[in-house]
Nanobody
């Protein structure tokens, strides 16, 4: 699948943003979808992921309770709702896809994510 992320921007601390990732290609609903981010001067890190059926999710501890990942298989899209944003959430956010067939898993090892979007910048001001 090919991925296109959008929705980034500048927001004040405490605000919200919703990122979208549109997928094209075959078998979207056989992929675990995930969001990663890379902050300035830091390594890429996992943010959240969702099973192919949308019935199971995983979150990094740093975003748990503030971010919500969801997907719409009919639209071949995945979303990341980000609330109560903090300056430390500033990063380029990437969506990624890992083919899992019919495995009902909520996440995959990072090296399984073979398809990546181009990234969208989120800047949170204090």
């Amino acid at each position: 699948v090919q991925l296109q992320a959008s929705g980034g921007g500048l927001v004040q601390a405490g605000g919200s943003l919703r990122l979208s990732c549109a997928a094209s290609g075959r078998n979207f609903n056989h992929h675990v979808m995930a969001w990663f981010r890379r902050a300035p001067g830091k390594d890429r890190e996992f943010v959240a992921s969702i099973s192919y059926a949308g019935d199971s999710t995983r979150y990094a501890d740093s975003v748990k309770g503030r971010f919500t990942v969801s997907r719409d298989n009919a639209r071949s899209a995945v979303y990341l709702q980000m609330d109560s944003l903090k300056p430390e959430d500033t990063a380029v956010y990437y969506c990624a896809a890992a083919f899992v067939g019919s495995q009902r898993v909520a996440c995959a090892p990072e090296n399984r994510y073979s398809n990546w979007g181009q990234g969208t910048l989120v800047t949170v001001s204090s």
